[in-house]
């Protein structure tokens, strides 16, 4: 929301503005949230002496989903970098790369990643039944919620890489 309250009103002075616009409502985004998170921290918080034992716990769960997101930033940047540094290697202007990159990330990739979103979405979900049940070393209930997950999976997976196949001059046309 103040990312589109913010877009509203710079959309009229051009695309710069418009940019930084988005740019600055992303970060007032976040700084809301990570109050909000903050407050209810506090409220939420119990006192008393917190163990080393819990300190390794959260560290152990923190860590490698903090490195995933950072080497998801990092592959993401080299990526944007590379595509439009290679269009020019393969003789189109610099300004033609960017337009080809744009098309690729606005029109194309969205396409694409769109069986992703879903199965990403179903996966989030799912992500708080099996840790409740891996807390409760309940190996049956997170074996069958993964099977679940993975038929999902290679079923959509299927079904859009058929569909892409037999629609993807239909597709690319529209």
């Given at each position: 929301l103040i990312v589109f309250s913010f877009l509203s009103r710079a959309i009229k002075n051009g695309i710069p503005?418009?940019?930084?616009?988005?740019?600055?409502?992303?970060?007032?985004?976040?700084?809301v949230s990570a109050l909000f998170l903050m407050a209810v921290y506090l409220k939420n918080r119990t006192y008393g002496n917190f163990g080393k034992s819990c300190k390794r716990r959260l560290l152990s769960l923190s860590i490698p989903a903090a490195a995933g997101g950072?080497?998801?930033?990092?592959?993401?940047?080299?990526?944007?970098?590379?595509?439009p540094f290679m269009l020019c290697s393969f003789g189109l202007s610099h300004s033609q790369a960017m337009s080809s990159l744009g098309v690729i990330k606005g029109m194309a990739a969205p396409i694409c990643y769109f069986p992703n979103i879903l199965i990403s979405s179903v996966a989030t979900v799912i992500l708080p039944a099996?840790?409740?049940?891996?807390?409760?070393?309940?190996?049956?209930?997170?074996?069958?919620?993964?099977?679940?997950?993975?038929?999902?999976c290679f079923t959509l997976g299927?079904?859009?890489a058929a569909f892409f196949c037999s629609f993807g001059k239909e597709i690319c046309m529209l």
């Open positions: 503005e418009a940019c930084a616009a988005a740019s600055l409502g992303i970060a007032v985004g976040e700084g950072y080497f998801n930033s990092v592959i993401h940047t080299v990526e944007n970098s590379l595509i099996v840790s409740y049940a891996s807390e409760h070393g309940r190996k049956a209930r997170i074996r069958y919620s993964s099977d679940c997950l993975f038929r999902l299927g079904f859009f």
